[in-house]
């Protein structure tokens, strides 16, 4: 409704994954390169976490879209809570493979098979799991012994794990699932966009169906979408989705914070306004991981089988004197930023407003100097004329007074004068 309104070629804030959105946040960016870099090891496990809806199926699905499927095939799963047994006929469902039998051997027979026929045609085999965390520990563990297939010294298959927050917490403590730490060679968690992303994300998806500038946003509209969402992605959808079609609806052509409120109560009435602002972790403000190492975990030049590596433990909170912890400080300080930028900016379009009129008026009252001065040239170019002409009669009666003198002195030189007194 609301893209036939604004003339938009499709809605750009749709819930499902689609890589031709994909906006490269500063988080993102640093999961697209931890990515490459697993990607290019050709081997092992890359773990990408994040909150409901950070963009982890976006980011894959964009990396995907890059990649030479004459050089590389890839098998996406998405996971319920799969046991061991399980995981092993979805992987092979998830190739294409039909097995013949129902049991674990006949599955894994098939998979291996088909990874050998794959690097003898000169392509790498690529595993994607989406929703790791509903996996069991036995499935996991299915899942490391499928990358125990090589052919020679060449590993088969490479695993990508996609899963949400809790996910990296098992991954990290259990205690069963040392061998598969030591296999993950690069690791990435998804926060949340910054602050002075998110207008640049809601810009980005509006222009890529055609957005011309209608609707156009008040500067307070992106602070307040900051704050309802946290800056995760998929709920700023969810309600740049409602601002659109409130939009069209009062055929407004202008969002302004009003209108971010209304959407908020509706939603809060309706009950979708609670799963929408649930608080994700802060983004990382540091650059991309040009010169981190992406690995992590300690490697080991032992086999990875042999060897216990510890996993790096978290970090400890830090309390604050009042009881407040660092977390939560930073929400606050945030937020505060948050308000001052857009005063900032409310303060700065005020600004531009006066500076505007301003040079209105100054552009008017040029204007009229511009006319009295065109009328006083005129005038003196009357004025010059009118000069020109006497100048031009006086000059001709001078010629005549001088030639008739000149005649009159002549002839009394001539004698005729002298006689004719005489």
């Not at 595993?127 to 996991?140: C, Y």
């Not at 011309?212 to 989705?241: C, L, M």
């Not at 531009?352 to 009328?375: G, I, M, P, Y």
Request: hydrophobic share 45%; with cysteine; aromatic share 6%.
């Amino acid at each position: 409704m609301f893209d036939d309104f604004y003339g938009l070629q499709a809605r750009p804030f749709q819930l499902t994954p689609d890589p031709e959105f994909y906006f490269e946040s500063l988080t993102h960016r640093k999961a697209l390169s931890y990515l490459g870099y697993g990607l290019a090891q050709g081997e092992g496990f890359v773990v990408i976490t994040g909150e409901v809806g950070s963009g982890k199926s976006t980011l894959v699905a964009y990396l995907m879209a890059t990649i030479d499927p004459s050089r590389m095939t890839a098998a996406n799963v998405v996971t319920s809570a799969l046991d061991g047994e399980e995981i092993v006929h979805v992987v092979a469902q998830a190739f294409g493979l039909q097995v013949a039998g129902h049991d674990k051997a006949s599955a894994l027979g098939a998979i291996e098979a088909y990874l050998h026929e794959e690097a003898r045609a000169g392509r790498r085999c690529l595993l994607i799991v989406d929703e790791a965390q509903n996996l069991s520990i036995s499935a996991l563990e299915e899942l490391r012994m499928l990358s125990n297939f090589q052919l020679g010294s060449h590993p088969l298959l490479q695993t990508l794990l996609l899963g949400q927050p809790e996910f990296r917490d098992v991954l990290m403590e259990s205690n069963q699932l040392e061998q598969l730490r030591q296999r993950v060679i690069a690791a990435h968690h998804l926060s949340a966009m910054l602050p002075k992303e998110v207008q640049a994300y809601i810009e980005h998806r509006m222009t890529c169906v055609g957005w011309k500038g209608n609707p156009s946003f008040d500067q307070r509209v992106f602070a307040e979408i900051y704050e309802a969402t946290g800056g995760i992605p998929r709920r700023i959808n969810q309600i740049v989705n409602r601002l659109l079609l409130l939009g069209a609806v009062d055929q407004r052509t202008r969002i302004d914070g009003s209108m971010v409120r209304q959407v908020l109560d509706e939603m809060n009435d309706d009950g979708s306004l609670a799963l929408v602002t649930q608080k994700p972790e802060a983004a990382e403000p540091v650059p991309a991981p040009v010169q981190e190492d992406p690995r992590p975990f300690v490697q080991s030049e032992a086999p990875a089988d042999d060897v216990a590596v510890e996993a790096e433990a978290p970090a400890p909170q830090a309390v604050q004197p009042d009881g407040l912890d660092a977390a939560a400080a930073v929400a606050l300080i945030e937020s505060a930023l948050v308000d001052r930028d857009a005063q900032i900016a409310e303060l700065k379009q005020a600004m531009d407003d006066l500076a505007a009129a301003a040079e209105e008026r100054a552009a008017a009252e040029a204007e009229s100097e511009n006319e009295q001065v065109a009328a006083l040239q005129a005038q003196l170019v009357d004025v010059s004329d009118h000069a020109a002409k006497l100048e031009a009669r006086l000059g001709e009666q001078e010629r005549t007074l001088r030639h008739t003198l000149t005649m009159l002195i002549e002839w009394i030189e001539g004698g005729e004068g002298q006689r004719e007194a005489a």
